[in-house]
């Protein structure tokens, strides 16, 4: 029981460190597009990584925002999805890649079907 309950700490640590819960008030999204990079550090295999700049319209109008996170995978030209808030669109992030959003969603699934697996054997005991 301990170690579901630590996979579904890890995966809600994981869900917020990584954006997947985030939202801004009357929350929509739109595409954006990296037109700007920024160089924040080397990783562990010395691969530099960056921080994108990523510009996005709304209403006719352009904003633009910085990606939370870094990556040696930002390129100009790159498409991403910003959520925007409909009444001020300044206020603004980068939704986090799909991949992200998998690695979270699967191990809150894992953690839900050891638990199911779990629940006769907990009130059987009883």
């Known amino acids: 029981m301990i170690k579901i309950l630590f996979l579904y700490l890890i995966s809600l640590i994981a869900g917020f460190a990584f954006g997947v819960f985030r939202r801004v ?3 929509k999204k739109t595409k954006g597009v990296i037109t700007d990079l920024k160089q924040k550090d080397r990783n562990q295999s010395g691969r530099i990584t960056y921080t994108g700049i990523v510009t996005y319209t709304v209403n006719k109008k352009e904003y633009q925002v910085e990606t939370d996170f870094q990556s040696s995978s930002y390129h100009r030209g790159k498409e991403v ?3 925007y808030n409909e009444d001020d669109p300044r206020e603004s992030y980068v939704r986090a890649a799909v991949i992200v959003y998998l690695f ?21 005991r009883g």
Not at 104 to 118: D, H, S
């Open 25 to 27: 008030s009357n929350q």
């Open 104 to 124: 979270v969603y699967i191990l809150m699934l894992l953690g839900t079907a050891l638990l199911l697996k779990e629940i006769p054997i907990i009130f059987s």
């Open 81 to 83: 999805i910003v959520c």
